[in-house]
């Protein structure tokens, strides 16, 4: 059985893939800030508007249509995270959701409590605890990573706990600079002292396949624009967790998980996008069902993935001005985002000339404000970040070193 990712297979189920620049396709290498979408998520989000849609709860079809859209998206996340759909909720987005948790968790902390962030993480899951923490006289403590290897080491959140600290929130994966963190053993140490544990998954979505039973972890988070799909937010609790937190609500929204902590109306067609998004990933595996197609379709993404991480460290490991900051080899420490420095030339002009040539890359601290500034570049503009996902060929690795070599 062939077990590798036919990639032009993949590309050619991405209409925006074949976008155009002065007659050249262009180069997403701008996954970290959303991906693109194959032809049959649009497909399912044009289904759910074409056909009639309406609000939960009715007594007729198009209401039955919206209630099954919400049922599949929440067994579609449950193979996804390997969780009961019970427990997966959903939102508009990744920071939305986290400050409504941050909310109700903070109802339960106490003065004298304490909780720990990472200096590794984007905003979204620093700034809504820091502010939750201020407001109910909570000590905040910061794990940092080493700005030299680009790891965060379960030591020194270690370092941080006892008995006063009430919650660790770190990534999964860095959006700047692409370390994977040991969240299963920061979890037992955290779990040993009673915290309970928050994980952004936003940018660990798109190159691993996650497991909340094997983790352990409490809450998880991810953003389905970010793993192929269109622009929603999605909550693994678990259900004890859940029910026991007050989240505000209005009085008429139902008091139970999972639904509880979905203020308002979702987005029904975007909910129908994330289970054909999760659908298209199992497509890329073979297996019984769909949990272990996905676990398949994974280790073919993460196999590609490492051959593009490794074509693009050895290109780059040429160039005298160019350097990578973060875990320096294509290995189980990252995944296939780079943050990288052009000595004497800006992060944005390097951008702007890679963006001149259809290479799609982003510049500056992509609001992991805490990482850039510990890499000592957020006053002069950040870094250069490229990112490769599944759909990515060795190709495009090498037109992006081409533009970096001749800066
Ligand atoms: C690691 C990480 N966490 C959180 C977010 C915020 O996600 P959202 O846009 O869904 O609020 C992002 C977005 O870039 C991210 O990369």
Redo the contacts with the bound molecule.
């Keep these: 059985m062939d077990c590798s990712l036919d990639v032009e297979a993949v590309r050619a189920r991405f209409p925006a893939l074949h976008r155009r620049q002065h007659g050249q396709v262009v180069a997403y290498l701008d996954g970290?800030?959303g991906t693109q979408v194959p032809q049959s998520v649009i497909d399912a989000i044009s289904r759910v508007l074409e056909h009639g849609v309406s609000n939960l709860g009715g007594g007729f079809g198009a209401s039955h249509d919206a209630d099954e859209s919400t049922t599949q998206g929440r067994l579609a996340m449950a193979d996804f995270f390997n969780a009961d759909p019970s427990e997966i909720s959903f939102g508009q987005?990744?920071?939305?959701i986290t400050f409504a948790v941050s909310r109700a968790l903070a109802r339960t902390w106490r003065s004298g409590d304490a909780i720990v962030v990472t200096s590794l993480?984007?905003d979204?899951?620093f700034t809504p605890w820091v502010r939750a923490a201020q407001e109910a006289g909570v000590e905040v403590r910061i794990a940092h990573f080493d700005p030299v290897t680009g790891e965060l080491d379960p030591e020194e959140i270690a370092s941080l706990l006892d008995e006063r600290v009430r919650l660790v929130a770190t990534?999964v994966?860095?959006?700047a600079i692409g370390t994977l963190v040991d969240v299963g053993t920061i979890t037992e140490l955290a779990h040993d002292v009673g915290a309970l544990v928050y994980l952004?998954a936003?940018?660990a979505g798109p190159h691993r396949l996650l497991d909340v039973r094997s983790i352990g972890c409490d809450f998880l988070v991810a953003?389905s624009?970010?793993f192929f799909g269109p622009?929603t937010?999605i909550l693994f609790g678990k259900l004890d967790r859940l029910a026991e937190l007050a989240f505000y609500k209005v009085r008429p929204a139902p008091s139970d998980p999972p639904d509880k902590l979905e203020t308002g109306t979702q987005s029904f067609e975007s909910i129908a996008g994330l289970t054909a998004a999760v659908d298209y990933l199992a497509g890329l595996g073979d297996g019984s069902n769909r949990r272990s197609r996905l676990v398949d379709g994974f280790s073919r993404i993460r196999a590609h993935e490492r051959v593009l991480s490794a074509r693009f460290l050895d290109g780059i490991a040429e160039m005298d001005k160019v350097m990578v900051h973060g875990v320096p080899a294509a290995d189980d420490r990252r995944v296939s985002t780079f943050a990288l420095s052009v000595s004497g030339t800006s992060a944005e002009a390097v951008a702007g000339h890679m963006a001149d040539q259809g290479l799609y890359v982003w510049s500056g601290h992509?609001?992991?404000l805490n990482a850039i500034e510990r890499l000592g570049f957020l006053d002069s503009g950040g870094l250069i970040r490229v990112g490769f996902v599944h759909y990515n060929t060795t190709e495009e690795v090498d037109r992006a070193l081409e533009a970096l070599a001749a800066v």
């Design positions: 970290p800030g987005n990744m920071t939305s993480d984007h979204a899951n990534c994966a860095s959006n952004d936003v940018h953003s624009y970010k622009h937010g992509y609001y992991a």
